[in-house]
């Protein structure tokens, strides 16, 4: 049996050098193997995601593309999932995520992972090459594909929001993930939505607007447009997240700093199986009511020892906007320590 293999030198998406590892699994059961691989192949997708290699199936025909270690241990628990199998049960997305947890195949990845942060990071898609800047937005890139859940905090024009739906784009053309799920929360600069023209889509849709920018530059406008009428491609307030669990997705919250507490707990406990999220936010520029304390800047403090979860933080330096940017957001931080001493000061007198 022979795949057909891409052209040019095999890399993952962390840029490791690959080998292909092929095994056939037996006795050959068409419903077993259906239930191996799951619905619309999310049980090998889960292991892509979660070991870091690419798995490729014909029938009872495998390829595993990875660093060898991994794809011989991968080889290992794809034969007791099938064994799983024999009593006619089903395999779960949790079922495949339990079985991973306890091979301890999850910790030698992200071992192998960090021997190759020396290859810079390239994301690609049908239209375009994405190559982040710096080492911080390199790190940032490279947590979000090794972590479920990722944070990047830090002030405007870093690219914290443009990597982060690049990812999510690239993860989508890889078939990793099913959806794109791209959630705001819908206060701004104390305006009320209440007081905009139209429905509800088109009072959010403005606040939205940044996601779809990016959206458009690497999808294009119809084929953008396609996704979300499938509704493969999902924009939403932070609200309608309530009471859903999210399979399969990659979901964006942007602009974090202006949720409560309650809704970033809410958020947080929609992230199902499969899944990757990521949060961003800016907590100098929180637009919440006077009193209500930002759920991003409370989550910091909560989640910061949690493993598992990636943390990206940005700095003025990492602004890649028109040079005049950084220079603002500089001024900005001096303007705010040279307040903040004043009080001190003050305080300190009384």
Same mark, same amino acid.
């Given at each position: 049996?022979?795949?057909?293999?891409? /052209?040019?030198?095999?890399?993952?998406?962390?840029?490791?050098?690959?080998?292909?590892?092929?095994?056939?699994?037996?006795?050959?059961?068409?419903?077993?193997?259906?239930?191996?691989?799951?619905?619309?192949?999310?049980?090998?997708?889960?292991?892509? /995601?979660?070991?870091?290699?690419?798995?490729?199936?014909?029938?009872?025909?495998?390829?595993?593309?990875?660093?060898?270690?991994?794809?011989?241990?991968?080889?290992?628990?794809? @034969?007791?999932?099938?064994?799983?199998?024999?009593?006619? @049960?089903?395999?779960?997305?949790?079922?495949?995520?339990?079985?991973?947890?306890?091979?301890?195949?999850?910790?030698?990845?992200?071992?192998?992972?960090?021997?190759?942060?020396? /290859?810079?990071?390239?994301?690609?898609?049908?239209?375009?090459?994405?190559?982040?800047?710096?080492?911080?937005?390199?790190?940032?890139?490279?947590?979000?594909?090794?972590?479920?859940?990722?944070?990047?905090?830090?002030?405007?024009?870093?690219?914290?929001?443009?990597?982060?739906?690049?990812?999510?784009?690239?993860?989508?053309?890889?078939?990793?993930?099913?959806?794109?799920?791209?959630?705001?929360?819908?206060?701004?600069?104390?305006?009320?939505?209440?007081?905009?023209?139209?429905?509800?889509?088109?009072?959010?849709?403005?606040?939205?607007?940044?996601?779809?920018?990016?959206?458009?530059?690497?999808?294009?406008?119809? /084929?953008?447009?396609?996704?979300?009428?499938?509704?493969?491609?999902?924009?939403?307030?932070?609200?309608?997240?309530?009471?859903?669990?999210?399979?399969?997705?990659?979901?964006?919250?942007?602009?974090?700093?202006?949720?409560?507490?309650?809704?970033?707990?809410?958020?947080?406990?929609?992230?199902?199986?499969?899944?990757?999220?990521?949060?961003?936010?800016?907590?100098?520029?929180?637009?919440?009511?006077?009193?209500?304390?930002?759920?991003?800047?409370?989550?910091?403090?909560?989640?910061?020892?949690?493993?598992?979860?990636?943390?990206?933080?940005?700095?003025?330096?990492?602004?890649?906007?028109?040079?005049?940017?950084?220079?603002?957001?500089?001024?900005?931080?001096?303007?705010?320590?040279?307040?903040?001493?004043?009080?001190?000061?003050? @305080?300190?007198?009384?």
């Amino acid at each position: 049996m022979t795949f057909p293999l891409p /052209q040019g030198p095999l890399k993952t998406n962390l840029n490791a050098p690959l080998t292909i590892h092929r095994f056939s699994i037996e006795p050959v059961d068409s419903r077993r193997f259906a239930s191996l691989c799951g619905q619309f192949d999310e049980n090998l997708r889960l292991i892509e /995601q979660r070991l870091g290699i690419e798995v490729r199936n014909r029938g009872n025909h495998f390829e595993l593309i990875g660093d060898p270690a991994i794809t011989r241990s991968a080889e290992a628990v794809l @034969r007791q999932l099938y064994r799983e199998t024999r009593d006619h @049960r089903d395999l779960e997305p949790e079922t495949v995520h339990l079985y991973l947890q306890e091979s301890g195949l999850e910790n030698l990845s992200e071992a192998l992972a960090q021997d190759s942060h020396h /290859q810079p990071v390239i994301l690609r898609t049908k239209r375009m090459t994405i190559q982040p800047r710096g080492p911080n937005q390199q790190s940032y890139v490279r947590s979000i594909q090794e972590h479920d859940i990722n944070f990047g905090i830090g002030p405007a024009g870093t690219g914290k929001t443009y990597l982060a739906v690049a990812c999510a784009v690239d993860a989508l053309e890889r078939e990793q993930i099913r959806r794109i799920l791209l959630v705001r929360p819908a206060v701004e600069a104390g305006e009320k939505l209440g007081f905009l023209p139209g429905d509800l889509s088109q009072k959010i849709d403005p606040y939205l607007r940044p996601l779809y920018d990016a959206l458009y530059e690497m999808l294009g406008f119809e /084929q953008v447009a396609k996704l979300i009428e499938r509704q493969v491609i999902e924009v939403a307030p932070l609200a309608y997240m309530r009471g859903r669990t999210l399979n399969n997705s990659f979901i964006i919250l942007d602009e974090s700093q202006n949720t409560t507490l309650e809704q970033m707990k809410m958020f947080l406990t929609r992230i199902g199986f499969g899944s990757t999220a990521v949060i961003t936010g800016d907590i100098t520029q929180v637009d919440l009511p006077r009193g209500t304390r930002s759920g991003l800047t409370h989550v910091m403090e909560v989640l910061k020892d949690v493993k598992g979860i990636g943390f990206t933080h940005f700095q003025s330096k990492d602004v890649v906007r028109h040079p005049l940017v950084q220079r603002i957001v500089e001024a900005y931080d001096r303007f705010d320590q040279r307040q903040e001493q004043e009080r001190q000061e003050r @305080r300190h007198d009384h």
